[in-house]
């Protein structure tokens, strides 16, 4: 009998091209492609498909009236459990929900959709046979801060940014 699988742990992607989805089959969207050797933190599984925290480059959407931007990409949202998607539109699959307040790096506009960094709270799914146990130990938060202009928007206070793999505490 196999050990019971203890999450969260650090995974590696042992083959190029690994797809992170949306869901745990084949037929729900792809929200990104893993190369081998990278690294992705597991935090669950079901069946033959493990929850991974989504990495920076996974496509993440919001719809745009969810969002005041509050310059240098980043935007604030403003109102409760908006959902996260992986495509822009109310048709593709809900990855997670961000709540008032929260706030987000925004790369692109699409659709009158914005493409966000990944959020703490939203996961992809990684089919089991592409990733090995690599370590129980987990990256740590990067420390990052806004750019001056936005700073004096937030008024010096701290919060923290969480985006898939990456949390950013920010004062």
Not at 57 to 65: H, K, M
Not at 68 to 91: F, H, K, P, T, Y
Not at 122 to 151: D, M
Request: aromatic share 12%; charged share 20%; with cysteine.
């Amino acid at each position: 009998m196999a050990a019971k699988e203890q999450f969260p742990f650090l995974a590696e992607v042992m083959t190029d091209k690994v797809h992170i989805r949306a869901g745990q089959n084949k037929s729900f969207e792809s929200l990104g492609r893993l190369a081998k050797g990278a690294a992705v933190v597991v935090v669950g599984r079901s069946y033959d498909w493990y929850k991974i925290k989504l990495p920076a480059n996974a496509l993440s959407y919001i719809r745009n009236d969810y969002l005041q931007m509050l310059g240098d990409n980043i935007g604030e949202v403003v109102s409760q459990r908006v959902n996260v998607r992986a495509g822009a539109g109310v048709n593709f699959t809900s990855l997670g929900q961000l709540s008032k307040g929260t706030k987000v790096r925004v790369f692109e506009t699409a659709q009158g959709w914005y493409k966000i960094e990944p959020m703490e709270g939203c996961y992809g799914w990684v089919a089991v046979e592409f990733l090995a146990f690599k370590s129980k130990e987990i990256p740590s938060q990067a420390a990052v801060r806004f750019p001056h202009i936005l700073a004096s928007i937030l008024a010096h206070k701290p919060f923290f940014l969480t985006a898939g793999m990456n949390d950013y505490f920010l004062n």
